[in-house]
């Protein structure tokens, strides 16, 4: 099992939606989460941290968390093209050295 | 300020030739680390300095060969590179390496896009 997991999409949808990423974990220990956006060519750009279980809104992004179930996930409300980019679920390890630790990543495009 | 700084954005070289890149934040961060990104991949993480102290070596060739002059600088010394390795290394600082919460948001700066012929 890959420690941190995100649906392998691409993953397509119309302006005006809401797209919805998730990504699992394998560590029960882990504290921390991240949703970062990288879009292409450039660099992952942080967009959201999670620490307690619930949902956490900061515009147009929601970010969910259930560590029971080890389950992350990202609401995107009113979808735009400018949306579109990779978008990276991170969980930082605590097992051993503590690091984070990235999933494949899941493409996201909002088609117009 | 939340930014990160790398130099140079592009490198091109030989295997034979020896580099390094730099990575500069001003943030007061304690932690700093270097990743690689392969087209298509997630950052993969290679070192952590925490304190000014190496921390992590995820098993990264010495062909790479990290530095922490002082808490805001990191260098990335590369020598006898293969092909393999171009990619775009990404430098990035958190408030500290362990502990809870924000102290673990990393921040990346734009990376450079390194190519070795």
């Known amino acids: 099992q890959k420690e941190v997991e995100q649906n392998s999409g691409p993953l397509s949808v119309p302006e005006g939606a809401i797209a919805s990423l998730n990504c699992t974990y394998s560590d029960r220990g882990s504290q921390s989460f991240f949703w970062y956006r990288q879009y292409s060519g450039k660099s992952p750009e942080l967009i959201m941290s999670i620490y307690s279980n619930g949902d956490k809104e900061d515009g147009r992004f929601t970010a969910q968390l259930n560590k029971a179930s080890q389950y992350v996930s990202l609401l995107i409300r009113d979808s735009q093209p400018s949306d579109s980019a990779t978008y990276l679920c991170a969980v930082n390890l605590i097992q051993g050295a503590q690091k984070l630790v990235f999933g494949q990543g899941t493409r996201l495009t909002i088609n117009p | 300020d939340t930014e990160v700084t790398q130099t140079p954005k592009h490198l091109v070289m030989g295997m034979t030739n020896k580099k390094s890149l730099k990575c500069e934040q001003h943030?007061?961060?304690?932690?700093m680390y270097w990743y690689k990104q392969k087209a298509k991949k997630p950052p993969e993480l290679m070192f952590v300095y925490s304190y000014e102290k190496l921390s992590i070596n995820e098993s990264v060739p010495s062909r790479f060969s990290p530095e922490c002059p002082n808490s805001s600088l990191l260098n990335l010394h590369l020598h006898a590179l293969q092909p393999e390795d171009s990619a775009l290394y990404l430098c990035a600082s958190s408030q500290d390496q362990q502990g809870l919460g924000s102290y673990n948001e990393q921040f990346f700066g734009p990376g450079t896009r390194l190519t070795v012929l």
């Open positions: 943030m007061g961060h304690r932690a």
